[in-house]
């Protein structure tokens, strides 16, 4: 049984930084791609970053590129979201996820064979 268990999470000013970890349990860790999402009250969850099973390849959605970083630590089977300049509108329950895949059903459709509980994010004005 492979466990997802974000922290992080908390309330910080505009402009300000968070760094989510995702811990996972089991010795697979290194077989998943990873990603993180995000949900908003009243809204859907929507993709925010992933990176395969290395490393190699990260994608980040477009309204986060330059100001989010997602990476990875196989040695510690944890995952990253560092967040810069973070807006008002970043505020949502963040939840990481793995997929056996960094596919596009995984990141347009939050395809994942397991998830976190997530954890909160509130950007203050």
């Known amino acids: 049984q492979v466990q997802l268990v974000e922290s992080g999470g908390g309330l910080v000013q505009a402009g300000g930084s968070l760094r989510l970890s995702c811990a996972v349990s089991?010795?697979?860790?290194?077989?998943?791609?990873m990603g993180w999402f995000r949900q908003a009250p009243g809204k859907e969850r929507e993709f925010v970053a992933a990176?395969?099973?290395?490393?190699?390849?990260?994608y980040i959605e477009d309204s986060v590129k330059g100001r989010f970083t997602i990476s990875r630590d196989n040695a510690k089977n944890t995952v990253y979201l560092q967040m810069n300049s973070l807006k008002p509108e970043d505020t949502a329950v963040y939840y990481c996820?793995?997929?056996?895949?960094?596919?596009?059903?995984?990141?347009?459709?939050?395809?994942?064979?397991?998830w976190g509980q997530g954890t909160q994010v509130t950007v203050s004005s």
């Open positions: 089991g010795r697979t860790f290194s077989t998943y791609a």
């Open positions: 996820a793995a997929a056996h895949a960094a596919s596009e059903s995984f990141r347009v459709n939050g395809e994942a064979d397991y």
């Open positions: 990176i395969t099973q290395s490393g190699a390849i990260t």
